[in-house]
């Protein structure tokens, strides 16, 4: 592991659950950070460049800052050793893309989060589309509303800035929920907005009650054009103090569909077949089902590290990961073209196609687990 801050210790406390991983050790530009989690969590405590240098080290678990994803998950490469890294994949598509090409060279595997979408929502959701519950999907509509980040975070203005803002971090969970279900996207139109370019930090700290200046749009609205078929409707805004939206909805020739918040692995599928009732399937008692609770600061159900040890599973097994590389490439792009089309006012055809993950099935799922 590369980064040891506070997501770090939520991926060591996992790895023990799954069959496929051990982790054997961590290391951070901040020797005591390192040292701190290894002892946590009894790891060998490393700097930066003896990790890369360890032959018996087979994969990099990325959790560096955004920015420096693509540098850390390129010395990888660079070091003979497969990578996962925290969303996103690279700070722009153009550092993606050089990083997939070196790993597709020196025939070594990428993968990224967010793995959410293989939690027990995403996969009963799968599991009904894929069993014709909906029919043909014919449109749909995703929302990640909510007021910010300078109510709840002491120094909220790198959220922000450009790389991130509404779109990019909170986007790619929406995003890879929807190729995972729909399959890739071929081209956006958005418009974008900024509701507040300057915010004021009301969350408890020193920098309470100062301002800063928003420099990526705070509000966008997209029209997604899938592959298959479907035209959805997305929109990310931190602009909104209170809403009505269910995070995704999909509706076919057959029924529609109701997905819970993509940020989570597990909670409850609804499906109206015909127009009736909804019907609520509960994940629950299943493989990474348990829901998050309590709501504002869930002490449950977070299942990180799932597409890392599926992804071990896919190199035991000589096949591509579902939370791949190329599936993060596509994200990525997707939602710079969201970001591009709001800024253009104009349609944004989508270059890449990845294939769409197959099905994680409940079997396969168990599987994963020791």
């Known amino acids: 592991m590369v980064g040891c801050g506070n997501i770090s210790a939520i991926y060591m406390k996992n790895a023990g659950m799954f069959r496929r991983l051990e982790m054997s050790a961590c290391a951070d530009l901040r020797p005591e950070a390192a040292a701190t ?4 969590f009894g790891l060998r405590a490393m700097t930066v460049d003896e990790i890369f240098d360890t032959p018996d080290i087979d994969l990099i678990l990325n959790l560096s800052v955004p920015a420096a994803h693509h540098e850390v998950s390129m010395r990888a490469i660079r070091a003979g050793k497969h990578v996962f890294t925290e969303k996103p994949l690279c700070a ?3 550092e993606a893309r050089e990083l997939l090409d070196a790993a597709q060279a020196a025939g070594l595997c990428v993968g990224s989060a967010p793995d959410t979408f293989l939690g027990a929502a995403g996969r009963r959701a799968r599991q009904l589309i894929d069993g014709g519950s909906l ?3 014919i449109t749909g509509t995703a929302f990640m509303l909510g007021r910010g980040m300078e109510h709840w975070h002491p120094n909220p203005a790198f959220y922000y800035q450009p790389g991130a803002g509404p779109v990019l971090d909170m986007g790619p969970y929406y995003l890879t929920m929807l190729t995972y279900l729909l399959g890739p996207v071929r081209a956006v139109s958005a418009a974008t907005s900024f509701g507040a ?3 004021t930090i009301t ?7 100062t301002s800063f200046e928003a420099g990526t749009p705070t509000t966008a609205l997209s029209l997604l054009e899938f592959h298959s078929g479907p035209i959805v409707t997305f929109g990310a805004s931190w602009d909104v103090h209170r809403h009505s939206n269910m995070p995704i909805e999909l509706h076919g020739t057959e029924g529609s569909l109701r997905l819970p918040d993509p940020d989570n692995f597990g909670d409850v599928v609804a499906l109206s077949p015909g127009g009736a009732d909804w019907a609520e399937h509960s994940s629950e008692g299943t ?3 348990t829901t998050n609770y ?3 600061a869930p002490d449950r159900a977070n299942y990180r590290a799932l597409g890392l040890a599926e992804m071990a599973e896919a190199l035991a097994e000589g096949r591509t990961p579902r939370a791949g590389g190329a599936l993060a490439y596509h994200v990525l792009e997707v939602l710079e073209g969201i970001l591009l089309a709001g800024e253009r006012r104009a349609r944004i055809e989508i270059a890449s196609c ?3 993950p197959a099905l994680l099935g409940e079997v396969a799922a168990e599987g994963l687990l020791r």
């Open 92 to 94: 722009s598509a153009a």
């Open 135 to 137: 029919g043909q999907v």
């Open 294 to 296: 309590p709501f504002d």
């Open 354 to 356: 990845p294939e769409q």
């Open 37 to 40: 989690r290894a002892a946590e």
């Open 287 to 289: 493989p990474f089902g």
């Open 203 to 209: 969350a408890e700290g020193p920098l309470q009650n």
């Open 197 to 199: 370019k300057t915010r």
